[in-house]
């Protein structure tokens, strides 16, 4: 069974940082791009970055550009998501998801709240 | 960056009935290969979303074929046919044509 299990979230002041991690379990981690994905409390769905199976592809968006860094240790099945100078608008359920142009599976989310 | 934008459900539908959920794209989302990159989710009350289809019309593993997606190059239809209580939620839209992707802003369908 595919898991995805994300950790790491809590409350942190702005302009701090944070880092996430998504372990999964179930499929070759290593085969798969892998992707995280937020959601803002009572708002949609916002891609945030994306990496492929081997790291040589790694892609943001614009919003989180130069403050997040996307990376994975394929040897621990492990996504991360290291963030820093945190605001208050990155609050968000922070989703990993498996999958290159189809995210096929999704964690539970792991909420990270910014807030001084 | 291409804009999604999604249609509004007339809710709340009868049990049974037939929903289509709009959405589209600012930009053609039908690459070189011929492949019409986008997906549809949903994301039931308090639940991470769940891939219904992608490639515009080929359904996600274990999805009802209740569930099946058309459209255009730039303008896509989800239809639901005899829904159901589990079908209620949020359904999204999203583009992977090209980075960044992004999602339309969501049509909720609430079940009479």
């Known amino acids: 069974e595919v898991q995805l299990v994300e950790s790491g979230g809590g409350l942190v002041q702005p302009g701090r940082s944070l880092k996430l991690s998504c372990l999964a379990s179930?499929?070759?981690?290593?085969?798969?791009?892998m992707n995280w994905i937020r959601q803002a409390p009572g708002k949609g769905l916002e891609w945030v970055a994306s990496?492929?199976?081997?790291?040589?592809?790694?892609y943001y968006a614009d919003t989180v550009k130069g403050r997040f860094t996307i990376s994975r240790d394929n040897a621990k099945n492990t996504l991360y998501l290291q963030m820093t100078s945190l605001r208050s608008e990155d609050t968000a359920l922070y989703y990993c998801?498996?999958?290159?142009?189809?995210?096929?599976?999704w964690g539970q989310g792991v909420m990270v709240t910014v807030s001084s | 960056d291409i804009v999604m934008t999604q249609g509004v459900l007339p809710n709340p539908v009868p049990s049974g009935e037939s929903a289509s959920i709009t959405c589209r794209s600012s930009?053609?989302?039908?690459?070189?290969?011929?492949?019409?990159?986008l997906n549809w989710f949903l994301q039931r009350p308090g639940q991470s979303p769940q891939l219904l289809t992608y490639?515009?019309?080929t359904r996600a593993s274990g999805v009802s074929d209740r569930f099946s997606g058309s459209g255009s190059g730039t303008y896509f239809t989800l239809k639901i046919s005899r829904v159901r209580a589990e079908d209620a939620g949020v359904y999204y839209c999203?583009?992977?044509?090209?980075?960044?992707?992004?999602f339309g802003g969501g049509t909720k369908l609430e079940l009479k």
């Open positions: 998801a498996r999958g290159g142009v189809a995210p096929d599976y």
């Open positions: 179930g499929f070759t981690f290593s085969n798969y791009g």
């Open positions: 990496i492929s199976s081997s790291s040589s592809y790694i």
């Open positions: 930009k053609s989302l039908v690459y070189k290969d011929g492949k019409t990159y």
């Open positions: 490639w515009m019309s």
């Open positions: 999203q583009q992977v044509r090209e980075y960044p992707w992004t």
